[in-house]
């Protein structure tokens, strides 16, 4: 978790010090707590990863289902659904919404959000798509298809608009 409050403090420009994001983050409490969760969840110990999970909403406002798949440094403030996936060094501003886009899917119906993919405020990722590693979301956008790695996507619904970069990127690699 220290890695955690250090990437928050980094990448928040309301952080003032470490202390502070220790003590009053309730994303870096919320992702403590789901850490015990998911720990329960996979040793099927349901009932004491659901509990765990109810209460860490209570207290931070935050629900985060025990089978979500968080990687480290994640900065959130807000829930995540149980098949979200999300890797290292994301930034998810707030009001973003990864969600399910049909009642009753099974199987992947959360978003799988790339290394070094940064959301913009009241995104909204809706359905088992991928965003790519290093891309950007704008604001506001609500992305209903996949955003390739290093891509910048924004709009009602999200378009990529600097293609050119992306093919740059691709070209590269």
């Known amino acids: 978790m220290w890695q955690t409050a250090r990437a928050i403090l980094k990448r928040?420009?309301?952080a003032?010090?470490?202390?502070?994001?220790?003590?009053?983050?309730?994303?870096?409490?919320?992702?403590?707590?789901h850490r015990l969760a998911h720990y329960c969840e996979r040793h099927h110990w349901s009932l004491l990863a659901a509990l765990i999970s109810q209460h860490a909403a209570h207290r931070t406002g935050i629900l985060i289902h025990p089978a979500a798949q968080i990687g480290q440094r994640v900065f959130i403030d807000h829930g995540i659904g149980a098949t979200a996936v999300i890797e290292d060094d994301v930034t998810l501003l707030h009001g973003v919404t990864l969600g399910a886009r049909q009642a009753?899917?099974?199987?992947q119906r959360h978003p799988h959000i790339g290394a070094g993919a940064f959301i913009g405020?009241?995104?909204?990722?809706?359905?088992p798509i991928s965003i790519g590693a290093h891309s950007k979301v704008g604001a506001g956008?609500?992305?209903l298809t996949n955003v390739p790695a290093y891509a910048t996507a924004v709009g009602n619904p999200a378009r990529i608009?600097?293609?050119q970069l992306h093919a740059y990127h691709q070209a590269v690699q």
Do not use: E, F, K
């Open 104 to 107: 009753g899917q099974t199987g």
């Open 12 to 14: 928040d420009p309301a």
């Open 121 to 127: 405020a009241n995104a909204q990722i809706l359905g």
């Open 16 to 33: 003032t010090n470490l202390r502070t994001v220790l003590l009053t983050y309730p994303g870096l409490h919320a992702l403590a707590w």
């Open 141 to 143: 956008a609500i992305v």
């Open 161 to 163: 608009i600097n293609a």
